[in-house]
């Protein structure tokens, strides 16, 4: 999609390597199946590194910029239906979210038991069901939502804040 706010652009960008992520343990839970993957194996190693490391401190870095920079001004705007059902989308994605962080952290370390990988695989497939389904009403609403709503400069500040937080 081609937005013209910076900030939409920005969030667009953040949610490309989401879906990157969340489709690399998509694979990683299909191509395993029942039996817990070697944890020795490159790819393997690459996609829980890249889950411990960046689901719960992207999860959380973008879901509070949401919060408390847009979520806020789309209510002021009278957006309120919006604002409300995305944040309690959140408050249902951070939690399995921060779970496959802490089971990829204990993966790493210690390989997946068989118990250890039927949490990871429920716990994955519901985090990648919600997360795409978060992310495409976030693509369809919210990011054309702020194309409208925001002005140039309320646009750069939102930018920079998010580039920097």
Known sequence: MDFSRRTARLLHDDHRETIALVESLEDLIANARRTPP???DARTRKTLKAASEMIGHEIRRHFAFEENELFTRLET?????????????HQAILP????????SGRALSDGFSAEGWREFRQLGGELIERMLAHIQKEEMALLPMLDELLDPETDMELSETFASV
């Open 38 to 40: 070697d944890v020795g």
């Open 77 to 89: 705007a009278g957006d309120i239906g919006i604002a409300t059902h995305l944040r309690e989308e």
């Open 96 to 103: 399995l979210g921060e779970q496959i962080e802490r089971l």
